[in-house]
């Protein structure tokens, strides 16, 4: 069992907050610690919450931990114009990943999207490319980018945009096969399960990406288990007794008759 603790940013989210229930009900994992703008509706004994605001997080508040998640991310909608939206889906994560550095976090594992290119056509795409650029830049000793494509799940605002894209990808996601399989939808949980799989058995690359088909492909690996070794089979000691002793060598195996030659020899009077 490994003793491994881990940070989440970003756990009130779609991804978030599946990743959270994950990794408290791993045995991969013995502390969870969340930073947060509000109290969590979930409650684990791994589990420590901090409540901060992001302008005035500090690297105090974010102890040693073996990865730290980033699940940040809203909308222009939400957000209220592109600089809030920049804020805190570029300048926050950048921000939490340099105090990572500085407090020897050696893995951060950050949600980003498909299409991000800082050179993109869509606005979208190229703050999410931005975000990939500047990370990459503050040289973590670890770095993992996750691009899932529209992510499905239960959200706690209603978006009508993406509940519509919804629709659409679930009866599309079968019919796209081969390349299109980038564009199919992926389920929040299965995003979350994907990055506790890359923290724990991910690549050892110092900078990895992560594209929504492998994402969806991910799974913790089973682990074997030990035989049963049985009372009755520890303390037969009939069996012992019935086991008979052979000998390891046919040469170690006492001669008699060799011995009375020898002795015959060594009875024999010198002339």
Not at 70 to 88: M, V
Not at 154 to 178: D, Q, T, W, Y
Not at 208 to 219: D, F, R, T, W
Request: with cysteine.
């Amino acid at each position: 069992m490994a003793m491994r603790s881990a940070i989440v940013v970003g756990a009130t989210g779609l991804v978030g907050s599946e990743l959270v229930k994950l990794l408290c009900e791993s045995d991969e994992y013995v502390a969870v610690t969340v930073i947060a703008r509000r109290s969590l509706d979930y409650s684990h004994p791994k589990l420590i919450v901090r409540i901060r605001e992001f302008d005035e997080l500090a690297e105090s508040d974010m102890e040693f931990a073996h990865e730290i998640f980033c699940c940040l991310g809203t909308t222009i909608k939400k957000a209220g114009s592109r600089e809030i939206f920049e804020k805190i889906d570029v300048e926050y994560p950048v921000q939490i990943a340099a105090m990572a550095k500085n407090r020897g976090i050696q893995h951060m594992i950050v949600i980003s999207a498909m299409g991000a290119n800082e050179k993109s056509f869509a606005y979208y795409n190229r703050v999410k490319g931005k975000l990939e650029k500047e990370l990459i830049d503050i040289d973590l000793p670890q770095l993992s980018i996750v691009r899932p494509s529209l992510l499905v799940g239960n959200r706690s605002e209603f978006r009508p945009g993406e509940k519509m894209g919804e629709a659409v990808l679930k009866i599309l996601n079968p019919l796209l096969i081969g390349p299109l399989k980038l564009y199919r939808s992926i389920e929040a949980k299965q995003v979350a399960l994907a990055m506790m799989v890359i923290a724990v058995h991910g690549k050892d690359s110092k900078v990895a990406v992560y594209p929504s088909s492998e994402l969806a492909q991910m799974a913790m690996p089973e682990q074997e288990e030990e035989a049963e070794v049985r009372r009755e089979d520890l303390f037969n000691w009939d069996k012992l007794k019935s086991n008979e002793i052979k000998p390891l060598n046919e040469e170690l195996t006492f001669d008699k008759s060799k011995m009375e030659q020898y002795k015959v020899k060594q009875d024999t009077p010198k002339d």
